[in-house]
């Protein structure tokens, strides 16, 4: 079946680091993909999205990069700070007769060292 | 402006019992979606209302079931509860169906 995953479960770095979380997807007819933050005991939050007409798309210190061609999706942390850490998923969403459901993977833990 | 709220937030039960979980929208959005997130493990999509019908379905046995209220407030059910049940619930809220959604911190279920 389709399924999103990513490649590292956990990535430690050191503050100030700049971070990337890698994700691949399956379904190459997914429009829509999201990144989440969660933090421990608290629901997950959106971070940035990207639409599969754009290759890249910008935040405050978070880019997300979109290959089409092998189905990959990364999240750019730059200057990673302590409050950085916590679990980050990528979602990829299908337009279902005009929802977006998004389908998780497992996520990567990210520890950042002071 | 309130965020997404849900009750409780702990909870344990007994296999075979029942089970409501409830989830307060965030102010404006009539779109309600709820997830299972097993320890470990991404969110897994359950269902979706919109103006109190269902719009859409996971991969979740009908022991599963949800309501939406005019006040686009919404409950979980799930009876016969099994072990593997024990989870966090999550449930998300957005102004429509095809926007962002916010999540509420989760009822974290422990079936015993």
């Known amino acids: 079946g389709e399924s999103v995953g990513l490649h590292l479960p956990t990535l430690s770095v050191q503050e100030g680091d700049n971070s990337i979380i890698n994700c691949a997807y399956s379904?190459?007819?997914?429009?829509?993909f999201i990144w989440y933050k969660q933090e421990s005991g608290k629901g997950p939050q959106f971070i940035i999205d990207?639409?599969?007409?754009?290759d890249k798309r910008q935040g405050q210190r978070v880019t997300v990069l979109l290959n089409k061609t092998v189905k990959h999706l990364s999240l750019q942390i730059a200057a990673t700070q302590p409050g950085d850490s916590a679990v980050y998923f990528c979602a990829e969403t299908l337009n279902k007769g005009g929802s977006y459901i998004p389908t998780f993977g497992r996520g990567t833990s990210l520890i950042v060292h002071p | 402006e309130t965020g997404v709220t849900q009750s409780p937030t702990h909870l344990i039960k007994t296999r075979g019992q029942q089970v409501t979980l409830r989830c307060s929208s965030q102010s404006g959005h009539n779109t309600v979606s709820w997830y299972q997130q097993a320890l470990g493990q991404g969110p897994q999509f359950i269902f979706q209302y919109y103006r109190e019908e269902e719009n859409g379905r996971g991969n979740f046995p009908p022991r599963f079931s949800g309501l939406q209220f005019p006040n686009y407030s919404s409950e979980l059910n799930v009876n016969a509860l099994e072990l593997d049940d024990s989870a966090l619930y999550l449930c998300a809220s957005s102004p429509s169906t095809n926007y962002e959604q916010y999540f509420g911190p989760g009822t974290r279920l422990t079936v015993t």
């Open positions: 990207i639409r599969s007409n754009m």
């Open positions: 379904n190459s007819a997914s429009d829509y």
